[in-house]
């Protein structure tokens, strides 16, 4: 009765939220929602990803379920839907977190802090490469093109740095992050046989 899986589902959300512990918050969710099965498919799924919702609001570091074993992950499921009991699935639930953790701190420290210069120009950064792939641009109208929108846009002091940056995109620029330019493929095919 889809009145009655509101309700329900509208309960849950009540009691997460009056929930202040984002751990506990976050395993309430993942156990509630598959439990209570609001949509046809895909409820473990979407109780996964709102385990994370707690967790970020306080920035902790988000759940993967990525290296636990389907088995274990099932078994804890069905203690809770045949026995209700959640012990093995907060185990899972605390094996994962803890696996999740080190794996984000590995790559938080393999990837460093991120660049102020470019989170301050990267909307302009992402334009300016764009552009310049779409419309085919060697180097040498690429350079112009380049110096007259530093000129125009950006701040004198950051001007030869954003230069700089936009130059070293374009020459790191390849099949597998031209993505993060808002490019397709054959944009990118067409425009490298200009700039070569």
């Not at 918050?25 to 439990?35: C, D, G, K, R, T």
């Amino acid at each position: 009765m889809p009145q009655l899986i509101s309700e329900f589902f509208q309960q849950i959300l009540d009691t997460a939220n009056a929930i202040r512990d984002p751990f506990e918050q976050s395993f309430f969710a993942m156990v509630q929602l598959p439990y209570l099965q609001p949509f046809l498919d895909v409820n473990k799924r979407v109780s996964r990803l709102v385990a994370n919702i707690p967790l970020i609001r306080k920035n902790l570091c988000p759940l993967s379920f990525v290296d636990v074993p389907e088995q274990v992950y099932v078994s804890g499921l069905l203690g809770v839907y045949e026995l209700n009991r959640i012990e093995l699935l907060r185990e899972v639930f605390v094996w994962a977190y803890e696996r999740s953790s080190s794996l984000y701190s590995a790559t938080r420290q393999e990837l460093g802090e991120p660049d102020p210069f470019r989170l301050r120009y990267r909307n302009l950064i992402i334009t300016m490469v764009g552009e310049i792939v779409r419309r085919c641009m060697n180097k040498e109208a690429a350079v112009a093109a380049i110096r007259q929108r530093a000129c125009e846009t950006v701040a004198m002091p950051d001007q030869k740095k954003f230069i700089e940056v936009i130059e070293v995109e374009l020459m790191s620029l390849h099949i597998g992050n031209i993505a993060r330019f808002r490019l397709r493929p054959s944009e990118y095919e067409a425009w490298l046989k200009t700039w070569q």
